[in-house]
């Protein structure tokens, strides 16, 4: 029992001694604490007076300085970091479009039929403006518009194919006699090209064209697919036209709904904006279409070309394709002149196609399409090949107003934003305002007194 009362005491003496060190330690960390405070804020750090016992002496001069780490941020290059930001940005971006095109591949008919009809809406609605200055109701003035361009549609087509049926058989029969002739100056040439060589090449296509008859077969089974959904892509067209004609405005005040009330008033002035491009992009195209057609129309006709009418006809057609269309219909102009009335011919051809489509060029484009819708030769290009290679022969012909569009688009948002960003700057006050003040006019110049004359 005498013992007890011991081992408490030596007990209590070294908690009472722990609990010591633990408040100098908790001095000792507040002081710290508000050193590393008075350094941030510039002030000197209060002196603190340290045991001994707890005093580290310095390091020697021969040991070398420790540089704190920094942070893992700061030790990435700035241009890395730049590029890494814009790259995941650029990451969202492709996959938002990527999605974008898998949705527009999954609906490919309806999309096509639906800028279809915006083109034609384009070409149609100043006649149905017309119509309605002069008094003619809404209703009728758009049927008589879309009744009247869609008989005069459907007479090109009706024509184009009439002319095909009805010189088919002479056709061939001329291209028959041109290869013979073609064959024979070959054999002529100084090529030295010999009947045995010729022979092998009409094997060999041949084969090929035998090797590929089921894929030929299956295409013509596939062509009654294709029939149908052209039929059902010209009916939603056609549909599509009708309603753009006759209630475009309210369509456009609801898709304006669909978009966030911050980007609203800019988006509704770049929409009349972007259809002002289409609707003189469209319009243009057709004359310069219709200009190119009648003029190497003529040219192939006096030179004695067969179904010189039918080939003018798909001109027009092909040069709604920019850059690619021309040369496409004008190289079957010249293929079709060879190969029936000679090389003379050919060459005639070719020199009047390249002369109408370089007037086309440097003078009619130019001039009837302006500045509004003006795109780089390479932007056209890549938008034709890139729409070709998404959705064909639609996929080329709607990527150039689609670019131009998009050009006009980003042109006034741009400037709508620089606009609203100088509306919405703070005024200038005091000196600032004096020196953005515009300087006074000078004075106007006054003429000298009069001198009194002597007498």
Do not use: C
Not at 104 to 109: D, E, N, P, T
């Amino acid at each position: 029992m005498s013992r007890v009362p011991g081992w408490l005491g030596r007990v209590g003496a070294r908690l009472t001694e722990v609990g010591k060190r633990l408040e100098q330690r908790r001095a000792e960390v507040e002081r710290e604490d508000r050193d590393d405070r008075d350094a941030g804020s510039g002030q000197e750090p209060a002196p603190r007076s340290v045991p001994a016992t707890d005093q580290v002496p310095p390091p020697p001069d021969y040991a070398p300085a420790v540089r704190p780490r920094p942070d893992p941020a700061q030790a990435v290059p700035w241009g890395v970091r730049v590029a890494a930001e814009a790259g995941w940005r650029l990451l969202v971006l492709a996959g938002t479009l990527w999605v974008l095109m898998r949705v527009i591949s999954a609906v490919q008919l309806v999309v096509l039929a639906f800028v279809a009809a915006l083109l034609m809406t384009a070409l149609l609605q100043p006649t149905v403006t017309r119509l309605r200055r002069i008094g003619v109701p809404r209703g009728p003035a758009t049927a008589l518009t879309a009744l009247f361009g869609f008989v005069v549609m459907g007479l090109i087509g009706w024509f184009v194919t009439w002319q095909v049926m009805e010189n088919i058989d002479n056709l061939s029969d001329q291209i028959q006699d041109g290869i013979d002739e073609l064959r024979n100056w070959l054999l002529n040439s100084p090529f030295h090209v010999t009947d045995k060589q010729i022979n092998e090449i009409a094997r060999n296509l041949r084969e090929a064209v035998g090797a590929n008859t089921e894929q030929i077969t299956s295409a013509g089974l596939e062509g009654v697919t294709v029939v149908v959904e052209a039929l059902t892509g010209i009916l939603l067209a056609v549909f599509s036209t009708l309603f753009l004609l006759y209630d475009g405005k309210r369509i456009w005040q609801w898709t304006l709904k669909l978009v966030p009330a911050a980007a609203r008033p800019g988006v509704a002035g770049a929409g009349p904006a972007a259809w002002r491009t289409l609707t003189a992009y469209v319009r243009g195209t057709v004359i310069v279409a219709l200009i190119d057609a009648i003029f190497i129309g003529i040219g192939i006709y006096f030179l004695d070309v067969p179904m010189a009418v039918p080939l003018a006809v798909f001109i027009f057609l092909f040069s709604f394709i920019p850059l690619v269309g021309a040369v496409v219909s004008g190289a079957l102009a010249v293929v079709v002149a060879l190969v029936t009335q000679g090389v003379f011919t050919g060459v005639m051809t070719l020199a009047v196609v390249l002369a109408v489509q370089q007037i086309e060029g440097h003078v009619l484009q130019p001039f009837i399409l302006g500045r509004a819708v003006r795109v780089h030769p390479l932007a056209v290009v890549l938008a034709v090949a890139t729409g070709g290679m998404v959705a064909g022969i639609g996929g080329a012909v709607v990527a150039v107003p689609l670019v131009a569009v998009t050009n006009t688009v980003a042109g006034y948002l741009r400037a709508y934003s620089q606009e609203a960003a100088v509306r919405h700057s703070p005024k200038p006050h005091g000196a600032t305002a004096m020196s953005a003040a515009p300087a006074p006019a000078p004075p106007a110049a006054q003429p000298p007194p009069e001198q009194p004359k002597e007498p």
